[in-house]
């Protein structure tokens, strides 16, 4: 079982949960043109959310914007009482809001062995052999004198994810974390993820995260709350309810629409399934499939 490697904090004084406030809006260039990123979003401390949508849709911009990466055209980014951009003056600095990032292109520092590039992450006063347990707990103690070339792509991607983490981040913000990892690994280091979301780590807090998957699997096990982002806007925001004993055979889904019979398509673990329900469903709906037929929680408007 994997056991989060976490010291005791350096700061302990800077670690009160708030609330992360986005209203931003910027314009991006798309495939079919300029594409407006509008998007006004509240996590409350400590929750985690998982963000979905098709490729283009503007996620990976929006947690640049949140970390001090990039600057929204207009808007607020806001953590608790610290105004981290408003546009009146100068923003935060990345370095200043103890985000952790973690990067589709995992931004390693090749020059650096795996073990340093843990350590470098450590905040002060927190001992360099934390670093070990890190590697460890990423599975890659035995490679931790390699620089990141002489890695695998999956194993890059986990030494990304265990520097982010040794950062001790109030807020992950996390692009597709275990996309290049086998389905194993991928639960393995979900179940490390779990812990740390549900506060099981002694002493110490819950970091808020917004997550990028295309998995829907993968966000309803990890995220508390699911958002489809399309062309810029949030078009869904929901909270899937706890499962009763009786939805254990529970998979996520997307609505692809309705067939000339009128019944709804609705693709799942690979599979297209055709339900008779008359909701008032849209292509890309996310649902939640069970053994009493067609499940879905959506937020209150």
């Known amino acids: ?43 409350e401390p400590g929750q985690w959310a998982a963000l979905l949508g098709p490729s283009g849709a503007g996620k990976t911009t929006l947690l640049r914007l949140i970390a001090g990466l990039a600057r929204p055209e207009s808007g607020r980014v806001a953590w608790g009482d610290e105004i981290w951009h408003d546009g009146t003056g100068r923003p935060w600095p990345t370095r200043r809001r103890r985000v952790g990032f973690v990067f589709q292109d995992h931004a390693l520092f090749l020059q650096m062995t795996a073990r340093r590039n843990v350590e470098f992450a450590l905040r002060p006063g927190v001992p360099k052999s934390r670093a070990g347990d890190w590697l460890d707990w990423a599975g890659l103690a035995a490679l931790a004198e390699r620089r990141p070339e002489q890695l695998s792509g999956g194993q890059q991607q986990r030494l990304a994810l265990a520097r982010t983490l ?17 389905a194993a690994l991928r639960h393995e280091l979900q179940d490390g993820l779990l812990r740390l979301r549900r506060g099981d ?36 925001d929901l909270r899937p309810a706890p499962l009763a004993a009786s939805d254990r055979l529970l998979v996520p889904g997307r609505v692809l629409g309705r067939g000339g019979d009128g019944l709804l398509e609705v693709e799942a673990a690979g599979r297209v399934c055709r339900l008779g329900d008359d909701g008032d469903w849209r292509a890309g709906d996310l649902v939640l499939l069970s053994g009493g037929g067609l499940r879905v929680e959506r937020a209150a408007s």
Do not use: C, F
């Open 1 to 43: 079982m994997l056991r989060l490697p976490w010291p005791r904090r350096a700061d302990p004084a800077d670690d009160t949960p708030r609330a992360l406030e986005i209203d931003v809006a910027t314009t991006l260039a798309s495939a079919s043109g300029p594409m407006r990123l509008q998007v006004a979003l509240r996590l």
């Open 166 to 182: 040794a950062s001790q981040p109030r807020l992950l913000l996390l692009d597709e974390p275990l996309s290049a990892l086998d």
């Open 201 to 236: 780590i002694p002493g110490h807090g819950r970091p808020a995260a917004l997550l990028v998957t295309h998995e829907p699997a993968e966000a309803l096990r990890l995220a508390e709350r699911l958002l489809r982002l399309e062309q810029g806007r949030i078009v869904q």
